[in-house]
Antibody, heavy 116, light 106 residues
Framework: EVQVVESGGDLVQPGGSLRLSCAGSGYTFSSFEMNWVRQAAGKGLEFVSYISSSGDTIYYADSVKGRFTVSRDNANKLLFLQMNSLRVEDTATYYC?????????WGQGTPVAVSS | DIHMTQSPSSLSASVGDRVSISCRASQNIYDYLNWFQQRPGRAPRLLIYGGVTLQSGVPSRFTGSRSGTYFTLTISSLQFEDFATYYCQQTSSPPLSFGGGTRVDI
């Protein structure tokens, strides 16, 4: 059974840091491109970050560039998002998505709240 | 970057109605188009992938079609549980991008 499970979401103060994790199982994790997508309450879906299957190509949304860092550990089937200098506007549910060709898997999301 | 234009942004319908939602890509995305349904407080649910292929477990009243860079999600006979927000997503080339969403209300 395919599973994508995010973790690490929490309440953090502005300027703080958080590290999200995503565990993939039931499929060949190392063959899939990975993305982080977020959704603020009442808003649409927003791309955050992309990492290729090998990890050698990375993209970020302009809104997080220089503050967020994506990485992956294919041996342990894990994806990470290191979030630094967090802002109130980063408050959202963060989803991990796996893509290979037309195949896509999504997790259930992990909530991040940035507030003083 | 590829831009996705989704329409309408909202619509009102009744149980049993036929409903169509459109999505246009700013460039050729071949068949790399997904449709998602999202109910309040829930994660997005994949309905259609590859532009036209029904995800396992999704009712057959949902269909996807493509004409060039135009994609359409059709619900043949709206059921109560279909009242939700729908999103298209392109995965042709990173960064992936989404339509703005269509809210389907009673």
């Amino acid at each position: 059974e395919v599973q994508v499970v995010e973790s690490g979401g929490d309440l953090v103060q502005p300027g703080g840091s958080l590290r999200l994790s995503c565990a993939g199982s039931g499929y060949t994790f190392s063959s899939f491109e990975m993305n982080w997508v977020r959704q603020a309450a009442g808003k649409g879906l927003e791309f955050v970050s992309y990492i290729s299957s090998s990890g050698d190509t990375i993209y970020y949304a302009d809104s997080v560039k220089g503050r967020f860092t994506v990485s992956r550990d294919n041996a342990n089937k894990l994806l990470f998002l290191q979030m630094n200098s967090l802002r109130v506007e980063d408050t959202a549910t963060y989803y991990c998505t796996s893509i290979r060709g037309v195949t896509t898997y999504w997790g259930q999301g992990t909530p991040v709240a940035v507030s003083s | 970057d590829i831009h996705m234009t989704q329409s309408p942004s909202s619509l009102s319908a009744s149980v049993g109605d036929r409903v169509s939602i459109s999505c246009r890509a700013s460039q050729n995305i071949y068949d790399y188009l997904n449709w998602f349904q999202q109910r309040p407080g829930r994660a997005p649910r994949l309905l259609i992938y590859g532009g036209v292929t029904l995800q396992s477990g999704v009712p057959s009243r949902f269909t996807g079609s493509r004409s060039g860079t135009y994609f359409t999600l059709t619900i043949s006979s709206l059921q109560f549980e279909d009242f939700a927000t729908y999103y298209c997503q392109q995965t042709s080339s990173p960064p992936l991008s989404f339509g703005g969403g269509t809210r389907v209300d009673i």
